[in-house]
């Protein structure tokens, strides 16, 4: 049996979620709530580091910021959505700019599965990735 097929409902055991934010306090704050609900987190704080992560490790799921120094949130989303190994990964934004989210709505790719404007809470993150991981809650 899966670990995801014995988990107890609503847990996030078996789930490989990368969480990317240059904001490290939002990082280990996003983290720990996952863990605690069972999943495997692993950490990018770059959208290069991001896409490294998502390439070698191949999450379930991936939070995204959209406002990163460097590569922005916005050129990852469209670049992992046009990469053939990359493409079907769902990306969760999760950005303290909700102006930006034009950015991500406007190009010509496959829309993230969510979308969560910071600041977070516990329930709406754990209720917004169960809901794209298809989790029962």
Avoid: C, W
């Avoid at 290069?48 to 590569?71: H, N, Q, V, Y």
């Avoid at 969510?114 to 977070?120: A, E, N, Q, S, W």
């Amino acid at each position: 049996v899966a670990a995801a097929d014995a988990a107890p409902r609503g847990s996030l055991d078996g789930y490989t979620i990368l969480v990317t934010d240059d904001e490290p306090d939002f990082v280990t704050f996003a983290s720990a709530i996952l863990e605690d609900h069972g999943a495997r987190v692993l950490q990018a704080h770059s959208g290069e580091e991001a896409m490294e992560t998502a390439r070698r490790e191949m999450p379930d799921l991936m939070t995204l910021d959209l406002s990163m120094p460097g590569t922005s949130g916005s050129e990852v989303f469209e670049r992992m959505r046009r990469d053939p190994e990359l493409g079907q990964l769902p990306i969760f934004i999760i950005t303290g700019q909700p102006e930006l989210r034009r950015l991500i709505y406007d190009r010509d790719v496959r829309s993230p599965e969510g979308y969560l404007d910071k600041p977070i809470t516990e329930q709406g993150l754990l209720f917004n990735i169960r809901k794209a991981l298809n989790v029962p809650h």
